[in-house]
């Protein structure tokens, strides 16, 4: 959705022009999976979807929520009456931001929003992260709040936690707010250090392309919070603080004090060897050695579907179909269980890999799926 067309049904729906319009996109996750909530390494990449957003400051204490895509007129709340919570729908996304910042000592006195997305919902592509860091990119820059992008992925991060209460980690909303075009962001989520490593494929004649299964996936179930807590536990049982403080090289000895609690032993031997896997990617693509990361990615899949088990059949079905033709690596990416895979191809196999894909999940009678090519693209910003 254009700019311009959020600025014009803005002033239908609120009858005077907005502030600005900003926009704030979702990612793909090229590598590290479920290593963020531990203090790890990710890699994700700006998808050229986004959420769009226009806005205008109030001074009343209303926040004023519409959204282009769910039917529905304005929902009208009152800013003191902001609560964890309380909202059910998608109106918690932006709701939490503006209730984090004022619980942050920010001085938000209300605003009117219009919002328009299109980054596919529930498919693992973090469109709730981006409606997150639009609303926050906004209001930081109308009320001249002068927080960084960290910060503003910070605040987004306890919106979705606490006011939202899905128990995510940093990536997504960093991932939404820092990303840079042609560039996959290596992230620390321990301090939030972050490098920017060149990351164009076109130019190497290779693909990424993102396979959304269609099946939907949500992070405020619980299986996602028992990795969480499994994690936790591992590294309570190790005795440190996350599981990102237990070498590679620490790995077995490790597993081997962990005795028979083998669930935890499964979720610590994908942290540990996701993170090592992080950083065998970045080094491979400062390299240029950017056909061989293939393989690692789908060293990845295997690792979240045995041991993490947080796969699916569909899941499943793209990266095998994908591996056997022709694809370079392939793996499920986001939070799983449902949600998208991703699969780097040459060029010249993209057309044979899609039909593949397609004529596969026809076989198996599974809904059709969304196939599109992946472009890093930027992060958020003001677009009008
Ligand atoms: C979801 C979460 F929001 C992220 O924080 C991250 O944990 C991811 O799942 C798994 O890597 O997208």
Not at 51 to 61: F, L, P
Not at 111 to 131: I, M, R
Request: glycine share 10%; with cysteine; hydrophobic share 45%.
């Amino acid at each position: 959705m254009g700019a311009q067309q959020v600025r014009e049904r803005f002033a239908e729906l609120y009858g005077a022009e907005p502030e600005g319009v900003w926009a704030a996109p979702g990612r793909v996750n090229l590598i590290g999976e479920h290593t963020d909530y531990n203090d790890g390494f990710v890699m994700p990449f700006a998808l050229p979807h986004r959420a769009t957003a226009a806005v205008a400051r109030r001074t009343d204490g209303v926040l004023r929520l519409h959204s282009a895509d769910v039917e529905g007129p304005v929902v009208e709340l009152s800013l003191d009456a902001l609560a964890p919570q309380s909202d059910q729908d998608w109106t918690a996304y932006p709701a939490g931001v503006v209730w984090a910042l004022r619980e942050a000592g920010h001085p938000v006195t209300g605003a009117d929003v219009h919002l328009a997305s299109t980054v596919p919902t529930g498919a693992g592509l973090s469109s709730s992260a981006s409606l997150e860091v639009v609303v926050a990119l906004a209001l930081n820059d109308l009320y001249g709040l002068g927080l960084q992008r960290w910060q503003l992925a910070r605040l987004c991060q306890r919106a979705e936690n606490v006011y939202v209460g899905a128990p995510t980690g940093i990536m997504d909303q960093t991932a939404s707010a820092c990303c840079e075009s042609g560039h996959a962001l290596f992230l620390d989520t321990r301090d939030l250090s972050q490098r920017q490593i060149p990351f164009d494929l076109a130019a190497e004649g290779l693909r990424l392309l993102v396979v959304d299964t269609q099946v939907k996936h949500a992070h405020s179930g619980g299986e996602y919070g028992k990795r969480r807590a499994g994690c936790e536990k591992g590294a309570a049982l190790l005795g440190v603080d996350a599981l990102r403080d237990i070498a590679y090289a620490d790995l077995d000895a490790a597993l081997a004090r962990l005795g028979d609690e083998e669930e935890v032993v499964r979720l610590v031997r994908h942290v540990v060897t996701e993170d090592e896997r992080v950083e065998r990617v970045v080094a491979l693509l400062r390299g240029g050695e950017t056909r061989a990361i293939g393989p690692v990615l789908t060293e990845g899949h295997a690792s979240l579907r045995d041991d993490f088990r947080i796969s699916c059949p569909e899941l499943d079905l793209v990266v095998d179909t994908a591996l056997a033709n022709g694809a370079l690596g392939a793996r499920m990416t986001g939070g799983g269980f449902g949600g998208s895979a991703i699969v780097l191809a040459e060029a010249a196999d993209v057309d044979t890999l899609t039909k593949a894909v397609e004529e596969a999940f026809a076989a198996a009678a599974f809904t059709a799926p969304r196939v599109f090519e992946a472009v890093p693209s930027a992060g958020a910003g003001r677009v009008d």
